[in-house]
C-alpha cells in the first residue's frame, strides 16, 4: 500500500522555523522525484520545492533562500526546513511523488498545516 505521510506543521511566529516530514512506504521512494506543494486558502495549489532521484534541487521564487528540501533515501524520508517563515507562508503542504520532475505525479500525501502568526 502506498502512502505519503506529513509531520512537523504548526503554529509558528513570524520569523520562527519548521521542518516539515514526508514519509513515504509502498513503492521504490529512490527512483522517484519528490515535491513540496502548498495551497492557501482561496488560492490555487503551487510547486514550493522539488528534489530528484539524484538530489537536484529547484525552488519557487518566493522560497528561495529561506526553505530547504532534503531527501534520505535510506529512511524514505524528505523533509522541508523553513526558515524566516513569514505570514504568507500559511497553508497546507503536501508531498508528491512522480517519476521525473515536474510530474506527472503519482501519489499525494493528506497534508500538513503550517499556520505563521503572531
Known amino acids: 500500500q502506498v502512502q505519503l505521510v506529513e509531520s512537523g506543521g504548526g503554529l509558528v511566529q513570524p520569523g520562527g522555523s519548521l521542518r516539515l516530514s514526508c514519509a513515504a512506504s509502498?513503492?521504490?521512494?529512490?527512483?522517484?522525484?519528490m515535491s513540496w506543494y502548498r495551497q492557501a486558502p482561496g488560492k490555487e495549489r503551487e510547486l514550493v520545492a522539488d528534489i530528484s532521484s539524484g538530489g537536484t534541487t529547484n525552488y519557487a521564487a518566493s522560497v528561495r533562500g529561506r526553505f530547504t528540501i532534503s531527501r534520505d533515501n535510506a529512511k524514505r524520508f524528505m523533509y522541508l526546513q523553513m526558515n524566516s517563515l513569514k505570514p504568507e507562508d500559511t497553508a497546507v503542504y503536501s508531498c508528491?511523488?512522480?517519476?521525473?520532475?515536474?510530474?506527472?505525479?503519482?501519489?499525494w500525501g493528506q497534508g500538513t498545516q503550517v499556520t505563521v502568526s503572531s
Open positions: 508528491a511523488a512522480a517519476k521525473q520532475l515536474k510530474g506527472p505525479y503519482d501519489y
Open positions: 509502498g513503492f521504490t521512494f529512490s527512483r522517484y522525484a
